[in-house]
T-cell receptor
Framework: SQTIHQWPATLVQPVGSPLSLECTVEGTSNPNLYWYRQAAGRGLQLLFYSIGIDQISSEVPQNLSASRPQDRQFILSSKKLLLSDSGFYLC????????????????FGPGTRLTVL | GENVEQHPSTLSVQEGDSAVIKCTYSDSASNYFPWYKQELGKGPQLIIDIRSNVGEKKDQRIAVTLNKTAKHFSLHITETQPEDSAVYFCAARSTGANNLFFGTGTRLTVIP
């Protein structure tokens, strides 16, 4: 069966420090991968998605970047964190889109709670 | 692009009563509509989904209806229980799209 992991689970970082959040998926190949941010009491904001290694699409301009060095690894980074980067970061995966898998579900990881002080 | 609106933002019901959450979408090409439940401090979990060739789908106490003409879909929870308390998100995706477009969420509280 497929599983998705995120770490760390919680993180407290000072303003101006770098960030690296990691997401890995097991039990599937060539997945679509996604990073979302959820501010307190708010909805899900799509930050990045990837349809393959080194293929990253950014949905909103921001202080963050994403990389996919391996097929099932998705990393969210920042060189200098801002207070506004605080939030709950969620990674998600879905089978690569095809007529056969189009309706496949999208699955979320457990999330990382980031607090920037 | 797609725009999904969700109402209400908060909903309180007595245990045993029904709860209904409604969403509308803008892109007539959307044809997949999942619903997610998010408990406090956890990632969203898929609870039910519906495809555009179906008008209604039911899974025990949960049902989803879809009106393609009006471009709206709804989540119905019957015989609500305290463990149903969570934030619920609707979403939509269209053919060829890589992304889901999410509603803003509904915080459901079931009062014992």
């Amino acid at each position: 069966s497929q599983t998705i992991h995120q770490w760390p689970a919680t993180l407290v970082q000072p303003v101006g420090s770098p960030l690296s959040l990691e997401c890995t998926v097991e039990g599937t190949s060539n997945p679509n991968l996604y990073w979302y941010r959820q501010a307190a009491g708010r909805g899900l904001q799509l930050l990045f998605y990837s349809i393959g290694i080194d293929q990253i699409s950014s949905e909103v301009p921001q202080n963050l970047s994403a990389s996919r060095p391996q097929d099932r690894q998705f990393i969210l980074s920042s060189k200098k964190l801002l207070l506004s980067d605080s939030g709950f970061y969620l990674c998600a995966w879905k089978d690569r889109a095809s007529p056969r898998t189009f309706f496949n579900e999208q699955f979320f990881g457990p999330g990382t709670r980031l607090t920037v002080l | 692009g797609e725009n999904v609106e969700q109402h209400p933002s908060t909903l309180s019901v007595q245990e045993g009563d029904s709860a209904v959450i409604k969403c509308t979408y803008s892109d007539s090409a959307s044809n997949y509509f999942p619903w997610y439940k998010q408990e406090l401090g956890k990632g969203p979990q898929l609870i039910i989904d519906i495809r555009s060739n179906v008008g209604e789908k039911k899974d025990q106490r949960i049902a989803v209806t879809l009106n393609k003409t009006a471009k709206h879909f709804s989540l119905h929870i019957t015989e609500t229980q305290p463990e149903d308390s969570a934030v619920y998100f609707c979403a939509a995706r269209s053919t060829g799209a890589n992304n889901l477009f999410f509603g803003t969420g509904t915080r459901l509280t079931v009062i014992p």
